[in-house]
């Protein structure tokens, strides 16, 4: 190869040449589509495809659409379910129903918003299960939920994959089938304690990711964090994830025990990945203070680009519901903004490494300088 790299143990278990992973980013596929996913895995990394927006064919879809690019191995990203307050089951209509008899003053703040920012109400018109707990995934209709999932992992177990991550929840179930098919899995962690649940679900690797990263996040740092996550699964490997977006990154993330790097935001300004031009562009010019964690979207702490809508409900005396309930409120107002083309109010995650990042460039590019 033409430069130096770390080869580490991470690129013998996925037989890659880089120890770098694009991380599996549900945007209503948006965020890794085909083409970005296999242009990381050309570049000698892994392309993983956040799957939890996708309905099982559309994930089959882009699954296939990726191997038309790439012979390369890729994964797949999924959020399995937890716990959510309006327990599996519960429909669209029915959480809608809830807000309106339990949570009115919820729902009177998003029709102010909704008012103030000159939105048109335009609800989410599919019927949507609720166990997909965290809403990275996007909007994901369904007639349930467990099936959905269920149905998922089977198209990643009948398709061209080489590896499933779990964003959340327990992959525990989805262990066996992937070793049958010689596929490695890794489960996102956000704390040492989680760390031990997803090594007893047995995952190959963990992937810890710190307090700075793009999306729903925990409350503790990469620096602490890793070496922590490192200790508690030992000898399992660990990836790092959050706030890498050049080589120091990766080398800072080495040092701390890790054997390579999940990497989002750095690849959302990649030529080929499709999101909104307003989403991009708060990257590029950010500073790492604009990204904030908060529950707005979704109920669930997530760090995002911190809008005027992120700022009105930092300041209103009423603290976002609980998932379930505050994503399926602010589903339909991001509904509303995209059917507007207001995406500077829509929800658009993203990490601290914005500050590191000024340029759009070809993934190729970006897993260079990685
Ligand atoms: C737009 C966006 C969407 C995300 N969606 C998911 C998802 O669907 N599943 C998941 O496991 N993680 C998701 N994440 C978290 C990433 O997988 C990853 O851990 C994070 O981006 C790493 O931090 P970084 O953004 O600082 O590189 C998302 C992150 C972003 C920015």
Redesign the pocket.
Request: proline share 2%.
């Given at each position: 190869m033409s430069r130096p790299v770390f080869r580490t143990a991470l690129c013998d278990l996925l037989d890659i040449e880089y120890p770098i992973l694009l991380?599996?980013?549900?945007?209503r596929g948006k965020?890794t589509p085909p083409a970005l996913v296999a242009a990381v895995s050309e570049a000698g990394g892994m392309g993983v495809v956040?799957?939890?927006?996708l309905v099982p064919e559309e994930l089959r879809e882009a699954i296939r659409e990726t191997r038309t690019l790439t012979d390369k191995p890729i994964g797949v990203?999924?959020?399995l379910p937890a716990k959510v307050a309006g327990g599996a089951g519960a429909t669209r209509s029915d959480v809608r129903s809830k807000l309106k008899s339990d949570f009115p003053e919820h729902v009177a703040f998003v029709e102010s918003l909704m008012e103030e920012h000159g939105l048109t109400p335009v609800p989410l018109d599919n019927e949507f299960v609720v166990a997909n707990t965290?809403g990275?995934?996007g909007e994901t209709p369904g007639s349930n939920t467990k099936n959905m999932i269920q149905q998922q992992v089977d198209v990643i177990m009948e398709e061209d994959v080489q590896m499933f991550?779990?964003?959340?929840g327990d992959p525990s179930w989805v262990v066996p089938m992937a070793r049958e098919k010689n596929m490695a899995v890794m489960g996102?962690v956000g704390s040492p304690r989680n760390a031990t649940r997803q090594m007893d679900a047995g995952v190959d690797i963990v992937?810890a990711?710190?307090y700075?990263?793009?999306?729903?996040?925990g409350k503790i740092a990469n620096f602490p964090l890793i070496p922590q996550v490192v200790d508690a699964v030992a000898p399992k490997p660990v990836v790092a994830?959050?706030?890498?977006?050049d080589g120091r990154g990766i080398a800072a993330a080495l040092s701390l025990g890790a054997v390579g790097a999940?990497?989002?935001?750095?690849?959302?300004v990649a030529e080929e990945c499709n999101?909104d031009p307003v989403h991009k562009r708060q990257i590029l010019e950010g500073e790492s203070r604009d990204f904030e964690i908060s529950r707005t979207y979704t109920g669930k702490t997530a760090?995002m680009f911190k809008n005027e809508v992120v700022e009105a409900w930092t300041e209103a005396e009423l603290d976002p519901l609980p998932m379930p309930y505050q994503k399926i409120l602010m589903d339909d107002f991001n509904a509303s903004a995209r059917a507007a083309g207001r995406l500077d109010v829509h929800s658009?995650?993203?990490?601290?490494?914005a500050g590191l990042l000024h340029k759009s460039r070809p993934a190729g590019e970006i897993c260079r300088i990685l």
């Open positions: 991380a599996g980013m549900g945007s965020a956040g799957g939890s927006g990203d999924l959020i965290t990275e995934g991550a779990a964003g959340l996102l992937v990711q710190g700075e990263a793009g999306g729903h996040t994830a959050g706030g890498i977006a999940w990497v989002g935001t750095a690849f959302l999101i760090r658009n995650p993203a990490g601290q490494a």
